[in-house]
């Protein structure tokens, strides 16, 4: 079984403009959703114009912007399991508050976690795997997703630690910005090829961003 690249396509939802990533085996069309920020019921039409199987929803942090519509696609599709790093557990439990505090309207509380995820975990569906990156620094409890391919090429789903000419925020009480610059030491460690699929905005290389970060 020759290992590949999941198709993708990125939505761009929410008033943070943040960005979720269905990606899919081209084989079996097994997907998964990566950060659904808070169109759930918007991301499972196209799941199902598409005739995506969804299997799982990953999470890269816990920040409210991106975990609001985890709740409509676990309705849309028999308990759909939700993976993210138990280090941010603590912002799902918040995240209701914090969104409605933003957001300055109401919001349905977010399911916490069915499945924990850590360094090394991996996520398979089709022909595609999901490897876990531990990525502190935004969030305690960040993550990014690489995908790994035969030929070296790489593609990495990287939520708010990194950014097309930006790095995630580190002036939250929780945040911090020692390990934030070691966890984007490590992504500029990978090949420059390798493609960044950022939590907002466009995407862009290890290469764009070893020269815009200095490294």
């Not at 918007?42 to 799941?47: D, G, L, R, T, V």
């Not at 942090?61 to 308990?79: A, C, I, K, S, Y």
């Not at 930006?166 to 390798?194: C, H, I, W």
């Amino acid at each position: 079984m020759t290992q590949k690249h999941p198709k993708v396509v990125a939505l761009t939802l929410g008033e943070l403009d943040t960005n979720c990533y269905i990606a899919w085996c081209p084989d079996t069309l097994e997907a998964v959703i990566i950060d659904p920020a808070d169109a759930g019921d918007f991301i499972s039409e196209e799941i199902l114009r598409r005739k995506l199987q969804p299997t799982a929803t990953l999470l890269t942090h816990g920040h409210f912007d991106h975990v609001l519509g985890v709740l409509e696609l676990r309705l849309n599709f028999d308990d759909m399991p939700i993976f993210m790093h138990q280090k941010d557990l603590f912002l799902i439990t918040q995240a209701q508050k914090s969104a409605e505090h933003w957001l300055k309207r109401t919001v349905d509380p977010v399911p916490k976690p069915t499945n924990y995820l850590k360094a090394g975990s991996v996520f398979s569906f089709g022909n595609c795997t999901l490897t876990t990156i531990e990525t502190p620094g935004h969030t305690p409890g960040s993550v990014c997703f690489v995908s790994e391919v035969s030929d070296g090429d790489i593609h990495i789903f990287c939520g708010d630690t990194i950014f097309k000419a930006g790095v995630g925020r580190t002036d939250f009480s929780y945040s911090s910005a020692v390990n934030l610059e070691k966890s984007l030491a490590a992504l500029m460690q990978y090949a420059p090829t390798t493609l960044l699929y950022p939590g907002h905005g466009e995407t862009t290389t290890v290469a764009a961003e070893r020269i815009n970060l200095g490294f």
